[in-house]
DNA sequence: TATTTTTGTGAAAACGATGTCACACTGGAG
DNA sequence: CTCCAGTGTGACATCGTTTTCACAAAAATA
């Protein structure tokens, strides 16, 4: 059943079903008999054939480290909503956090295969730089920051002194910081940063010996914690990079004897689903991940039909979630 | 930069340079020259054009009712990595538990964009059974068994069965059981049906104030276990249909005042990160999402390669993963 | 040496749409 | 009556591959 089948069937041009199709551009009595035959054949064009002549295969490549995250899922499920209102289709492609693979998809997906990328982004090699460089289609970088680049990111910093603040109004001192590699720059730098300077203006002190590097898990953050602890015993509050980070510590606290929020206080980022049900309730930060991806997906729309030219650098903002771990200790 | 460009520049035909990229039925002089030239060039042969001739897009269809979920998450992460390994794409659908979205999205899918569907069911219409029957591509559906088709499925009932043994095993006598929609066979019939059966045999039995129907969210069993105490307060154990839910009502419990396990015992299904991280640890039944994922990409693949001509329908096992929140009770 | 089989080859026909073009109608204005 | 703008139309080229086909050259067989 392909579009000459259908104009022989209706006794007209394959031009005239192509615009009846498309443009519209075609006289009233052809145009019935050309819906006719449509809808009795269930006739539809070829998306394959549609696609090579159009050059446009409404899709959208989405290149991420992992599927089973809560942000990231969130953010996801945020692109799919925009992408769908606006008849897109999103190409998934999961990394497994491994920088091979992200290049990799980001070089498949260079090559006409899609429209347009969005990258949820972790760390920025050289190698990256380099293809997103010659990439000819549109990019939109999620959770990152790229000068150059459309991006849309979280104040990760504004988020990480504002939590140190509140954490230190609830009358603690000694504060530890369990975050993930600077290689990250959002997430390991960024956040890092806003809770030193919070700490710094305090007239506080955050010591090597009260900082830990972990993984984007509970187990790692377990593991940081009892690191902490066995150097620095007397901590009275740690702030986690992730919540996940932030579960894992908060057990270890609890495994050690110590009393959350009583005698240590805890905070995470990203106000995952766990962390308002676990005892106590974590506080956290809250990023708005599914508008990111919302907002990531409308832009590259935008790019692509071309309504949009410049690349913008967009920088979301954030709200503590105060909960339980870090109700005011002792004063 | 096309293939006759590729054919000029190496002074050959391009039939030989199709050649070159498919069979390779070519000789090695010409092969060589091909060779310097693509690699000098760049050039990567149209998608496009080659998804129009071949009739083969590498893409399979993922629909869902949403992302944002533990279980469709790692179904989707085990998706996504069968399919990595076999060259195929993943094209998502999240369908927001709309089932005309559903149907919106089986309809696109059928029509050649891709070459096979894994459809993540909740519910069958007879719509569902029509639009499934006219589809043209292989379909492979996940979490719900529909005979004829192939698909993989988990052992509700069997797992339903063991966690109320479990359960009773710990010397509960009064169950409540908050499930879900019975049109979902899977989670609100199979599940229930195994509890019930568990139920009736220990001599027990299960009445209807003691049952309710929840949505999938901790909010929802929050309010359902509210109305079962209302109407049942001497209950010493509740079971129910995902950990979500069971998080909700082990709240309420607590906010009743109940002990958990002490007073009741909770449980729930599916093994939810959320649920290593309560307090106290839930019961659960972990039931192999990621597993049934690889495994419906496998067998997709395996039926659109040809290699397997006949559908399947596969029943995964289960495990009843004992925590704290179903400790044994006063005896 | 004569005859078959195997290889390598380029021309040309799909694949199924879109878009350009020139042409033939209209009807209204001059 | 002529001219022109505006519509509708089908023929045809195009998109970039793959695949079939016929044929020639080389190799293997008799």
Redesign the interface.
Known sequence: MNIGDIAEMAGVSRAAVSRYLNNGYISAEKSEKIRKVIERTGY?P????Q??RT?K?M?IG?VLP?????SI??I??GI??AL?ASGY??????T?NNPEKELEFLRIFS???VDGVIFIATVFTKEHRKILKNMTIPVVIVGQQLGGYSCIYHDDYGAGRALAEHVLATGRKKLAYIGVLREDVAVGQQRLEGVSAAVNEAGLTLPPERMEIAEFS?ESGHRCMSRILSASPDIDAVICATDGIA?GAM?YLKESGRRVPEDVAVAGFGDN??SS???PTLTTVHLYYREAGETAAKRIVERIDGREKTTVEIKQGFKVIERGSTKRGPS
Do not use: P
Not at 46 to 49: G, I
Not at 89 to 94: D, F, I, P, R, Y
């Open positions: 539809k070829s998306v394959m054939a696609t090579l050059k295969t899709l989405v992992r599927i089973n995250s809560d899922s969130s996801v499920a799919g909503t769908n289709e999103m190409l998934l492609a999961t497994d090559n006409n295969r509970a579960i057990q689903v766990i049900v676990t005892t």
